[in-house]
């Protein structure tokens, strides 16, 4: 089975790229779904996260208030690593989880769809990793587009994040979403092609 790890920046295209995987029945875990998921009433995660940062980030059903939470964590570089830190065996192991249930099934290709994939430590367990890299003036202008922010609010959320550049020089695949959405397609028929072919003695350890 080959694990491939899809990462990059904010609003750099990665939910983008992993609907194409997708429309082509490659299996993605996403991890964004997956920290959901831990941070649910009465689960492990919810129970670190309400222990160290009490119970004002709850909303009157007992579930995580995400957005107050967020916010907290966005204006405080510590607290925000306390929560990575309290959260990251969690989803993990919940990403593992998932993982092993596409393999009891018989999937040979999975996609890991893992924004912090290099942070978290994650890209361990996989190859190739794809890193969706863009222009940082495009970067800006699609994400005050899409989450209608403004230009300051932006730049804050993508400089708190590990620069773009060091994700790139990580990868062993870049895709760059800089054009348009038909250049991105036809990018991803390349990577695609390249993922899905079988792999030679040598990638299997055995030359
Ligand atoms: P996040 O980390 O915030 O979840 P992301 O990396 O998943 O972001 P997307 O949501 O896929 O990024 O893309 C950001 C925005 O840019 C979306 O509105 C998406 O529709 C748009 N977009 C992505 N690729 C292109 C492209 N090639 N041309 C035009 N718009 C694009």
Redesign the pocket.
């Known amino acids: 089975m080959r694990i491939v790890g899809l990462t990059?920046?904010?609003?750099?295209?990665?939910?983008?790229v992993s609907n194409l995987f997708k429309a082509r029945g490659i299996p993605v875990v996403d991890a964004d779904v997956v920290s959901r998921d831990v941070l649910k009433k009465g689960t492990g995660g919810w129970r670190k996260v309400v222990a160290a940062f009490g119970e004002d980030i709850l909303l009157d059903n007992g579930e995580v208030d995400r957005p107050k939470l967020g916010q907290i964590v966005f204006s405080d570089p510590g607290k925000r690593q306390l929560l990575n830190r309290l959260l990251a065996p969690y989803i993990s192991s919940g990403i593992f989880c998932e993982v092993l249930k596409l393999w009891m099934k018989g999937c040979t290709v999975i996609v890991l769809d893992v924004?912090l994939l290099f942070e978290a430590k994650i890209d361990k367990w996989t190859k190739p990793i794809i890193v969706?890299w863009v222009d940082p003036e495009t970067q800006l202008r699609?994400?005050m587009?899409?989450d209608r922010t403004s230009e300051e609010e932006a730049k804050n959320r993508i400089n708190a994040q590990m620069p773009l550049d060091s994700k790139r020089s990580k990868a062993d695949i870049v895709i760059d979403?800089t054009?348009?959405?038909e250049?991105?397609d036809e990018s991803f028929q390349k990577v695609l092609a390249q993922i899905t072919k079988p792999l030679t003695w040598r990638e299997f350890g055995l030359s």
Do not use: E
């Open positions: 990059g920046g904010i609003g750099s295209g990665k939910s983008t924004p969706v699609r994400l587009a899409r979403n054009g348009s959405l250049d991105l």
